[in-house]
């Protein structure tokens, strides 16, 4: 594992453009291939688009010095890479030893997305963050923003379990509360939550609970959830639907989030479409 880790961060570092900021669909990215760009000049939208996003998530890349990938279902060589299986240890080290992993007045810390603070060494006891570690997952836990009770039984379960672009450090009993039910904004509360900044219950139209995060965290909620549907060829309710995409406007990409999305880029060899270009939800009418 540790090779193929090498061999990602050894391409990308070499070949792959940091983007520093969303770009503008004018703006291209050599991710995406000469292709992407020619679909979009004809109008490619809904089914059209998404059946190219696909082509482009799921093939092997070649880098090419100062051009657009080459996308093809072969690839040798040097400057060859595609979306890789990190494991699910090995993404969660990743996520919580190295790329989360602070520290705030001389202890290590990580980030609670649901609940919207950090938690320090001292919360954890004897198993506390640290470089290269996974912390005591009773106190901070790795959240599947796709639940695994849904992913898809036509792709690799341990690709979809691992996969970076949909984990996010959170504490351990949100977790557990928020479990597969689906995202959504909260009118009647019908649990009491140890952080208020997130919540569950119903919503206004009724029907099942949902859960509430964050509204820092809303729109990384919304553009991950996009990626995983259009990735793993996954449905999304209407229902939920019509709150990521409000979400998605609400909350934009910010800084974190492209960097997040070039950092996940170097190690496991994809991008999420949506925080690159995040007017192509406006081109697909359903998810």
Partial sequence: ????????????????????????????????GEEFYQDLGKGAQNDVLIGRLQIILRSKHKQVPNAYDQISNACNGAGCYEHISLGYDSARVWLMGTYYLTEINGEYALPDVYCGNYKTASQFGSNGPGPDRYPDGNILNTEHTWPQSRFSGEFNGQMQKSDLHHLYPTDNQMNAIRGNYEFGEVARDTKKLKCPVSRFGKPAEGGNDVFEP??????????????????????????QEAYLRKWHKEDPVDDEEIRRNDEIMKVQG????????PELVDLINKF
Avoid: E, T, W
């Fill in 1 to 32: 594992m540790k090779a193929v880790l090498s061999s990602v961060l050894l391409v990308c570092s070499i070949f792959f453009a940091i983007v520093g900021q969303a770009a503008p669909l004018s703006q291209g990215i050599p991710y995406y």
């Fill in 270 to 277: 994809n991008r999420n479409p949506f925080v690159d270009y």
């Fill in 214 to 239: 964050p509204m820092a965290h809303k729109g990384n909620v919304a553009r991950a959830l996009f990626y995983f549907s259009v990735h793993y060829n996954l449905h999304i309710s209407p229902r």
